[in-house]
């Protein structure tokens, strides 16, 4: 599975952003899916992710309530809806294909990563 991150970009605290991630490939459906964070002199963090079905999702806690994951099978995509945003979400932000867990090591594909820059 290859994986292509992007929607990142530069906007205001309190805006909204839609990162789009893009698959190539016929196993997309069958992996569960993530995305991941990683700002300037920090390790990257867990944001959201989603069963292989769509069924379920599963978000940090510093995202709950302001970002939504969501897929679509059919096109081989999962987007990531950030709303509310605040400086601290300023990050290169990925995608990755993989189980539905928190924990980057359970994920086996990655894409290159989205910048999200937002200003106060």
């Known amino acids: 599975v290859q994986l292509q991150a992007s929607g990142g970009g530069l906007v205001q605290a309190g805006g909204s952003l839609r990162l789009s991630c893009k698959a190539s490939?016929?196993?997309?459906?069958?992996?569960?899916m993530g995305w991941f964070r990683q700002a300037p002199g920090k390790d990257r963090e867990f944001v959201a992710a989603?069963?292989?079905?769509?069924?379920?999702?599963l978000y940090a806690d510093s995202v709950k309530g302001r970002f939504t994951i969501s897929r679509d099978n059919a096109k081989n995509t999962v987007d990531l809806q950030m709303s509310s945003l605040e400086r601290e979400d300023t990050a290169v932000y990925y995608c990755a294909a993989g189980s539905y867990v928190s924990a980057s090591t359970g994920y086996d594909y990655w894409g290159q990563g989205t910048l999200v820059t937002v200003s106060s």
């Open positions: 490939g016929r196993a997309f459906s069958r992996h569960s």
């Open positions: 989603i069963t292989a079905s769509g069924g379920s999702t």
